[in-house]
């Protein structure tokens, strides 16, 4: 189980009650009564928690979970072992997740305004907002109901944070628009100037950065990520974009809906993503490319050209992933020919 320090677990739950909330399907209707007590790993799980099973790698431990229930798809329902109930979902593990959020949910916002808080009197705050230690509100600021800001946290002048916005300890915005139901990791750091400049041997010559950043409804931004403002146009990340810890998104580069963007991975300025795209871990895209709807890019790729909507790319420079691993598979012969001529 969770430890108890750091979660607070709601229930318990019947499991009929779990099974409608995930989608999932109960694959003995006597067992809806059962009451099921906490989450766990397959190797962990007790008689009254519920675990999941969808990677084969984890069969083993499947065929002896002592768990009570197993979210589990169809054609892994006979592999269980005896006496567990089973809830049958194509998608087995988003159907746990929606049960874990049940027994963990997101702890309340508790309103009001810490006495270290400095808040300008302009700064707009919404109804049930927290304000945290230390935090600072500059003039003009709008926070949006229910919105939480953590310790230490910094908003500049006139940026505009949405309702049941979770902003961690440590953060600093400025130049923004965020929309609700946002959450921002410690150290996320949005709206500082982009990197722009005119090289010049007698000095480089700054170009002012006069674009905001623009942040749809229901993102959420790890911890010590970073996202400039716009040059002029504004730097946007599209509504339900998820993105990790440590990212770099560059001046005037744009995100489509609900893409992800993994740990260490950067976007060049004026890069352009589609819908539902996927950057991999320590990826990295130059600037003013097209990134199409669905496109996915390897882990440590770098891209430099445009990818076409759908396709999967990697390598350095990124080529089309099936033509990358033929590449590989030729420098790997052609080092062994070397090795056996001497």
């Known amino acids: 189980m969770a430890d108890p320090r750091f979660f607070r677990r709601s229930g318990p739950f019947r499991l009929q009650e779990l ?4 989608g999932a399907r109960l694959l ?11 989450v766990a790993p397959l190797d962990r799980a007790g008689p009254e928690d519920l675990t999941f099973f969808d990677n084969p790698a984890y069969l083993g431990q499947y065929r002896e979970t002592g768990a009570a229930a197993c979210v589990t798809a169809e054609k892994h329902a006979g592999k269980a072992p005896p006496g567990t109930a089973l809830l049958i979902s194509p998608a087995p593990y988003g159907a746990y997740a929606r049960i874990a959020q049940l027994f963990y949910p997101p702890p309340p916002v508790m309103p009001g305004r810490h006495p270290s808080a400095v808040v300008h009197e302009t700064a707009l705050i919404g109804e049930g907002a927290w304000i945290g230690p230390c935090a600072v509100i500059e ?8 919105s939480s800001i953590g310790a230490g946290t910094v908003i500049g002048e006139n940026a505009e944070v949405g309702a049941d916005c979770r902003i961690a300890p440590n953060c600093t915005l400025s130049h923004c628009i965020i929309g609700d139901r946002v959450t921002l990791h410690p150290g996320v750091r949005i709206g500082q ?3 722009g400049f005119h090289p010049d041997p007698r000095g480089h010559v700054k170009v002012p950065q006069l674009g905001r950043v623009r942040i749809g409804d229901g993102c ?3 911890a010590n990520t970073t996202i400039d403002r716009g040059a002029g146009p504004d730097t946007v990340v599209g509504a339900g974009t998820w993105i990790d810890n440590l990212v770099q998104i560059g001046h005037n580069a744009e995100t489509g809906q609900g893409c992800i963007l993994v740990a260490q991975c950067g976007l060049s300025g004026s890069t352009k993503l589609g819908n539902f795209v996927a950057i991999a871990a320590q990826s990295g895209v130059a600037g003013h490319l097209t990134v199409g709807d669905g496109a996915r890019l390897a882990a440590r790729s770098g891209s430099m050209h445009s990818i076409p909507a759908g396709e999967t790319w990697g390598g350095t420079p990124a080529m089309p992933l099936k033509r990358y691993f033929r590449m590989l598979k030729t420098l790997e012969k052609l080092g062994e020919q070397k090795v056996e001529k001497g």
């Open 19 to 22: 099974a409608e909330h995930a």
């Open 28 to 38: 003995d209707p006597a067992a809806g009564e059962m009451l099921i007590h906490d």
């Open 220 to 222: 959420e931004i790890g």
């Open 139 to 146: 003039a003009g600021v709008r926070i949006g109901a229910g």
């Open 193 to 195: 100037d982009g990197f």
